[in-house]
C-alpha cells in the first residue's frame, strides 16, 4: 500500500530514493519509482494488477509504483 504524505521519514522526504532492491517474480514492497536496466517490454504488477509495458528504455527512471516484475532487469527504487 501506497505511504501518505505523513509516513515518510525526513531521509526519504529530502532524498528521492533511499534504497534499490532488484525486482523479482514475487510481490515486495511497492517501490516509489523503477529503474530499468535493458531495453524490453516488461509485464509490471502495478495495484495486483499485471500490466505489460513495451518499449521501455534502459537507463531511464519511471515514476511506476509496482510491487514485482516479470525480469530482473528492473530494479525497485525506494
Known sequence: MA?????FTVQES???YVKAV????????ESRAI???VAG???LTIDDADVVF???LAGHIYPLCITKSSSA???LLY
Open 3 to 7: 505511504k501518505g504524505l505523513n509516513d
Open 22 to 29: 532488484v525486482a523479482t517474480t514475487n510481490a515486495q514492497d
Open 54 to 56: 513495451t518499449g521501455l
Open 35 to 37: 529503474y530499468v536496466l
Open 73 to 75: 532487469n528492473v530494479i
Open 41 to 43: 517490454n516488461y509485464t
Open 14 to 16: 529530502v532524498s528521492p
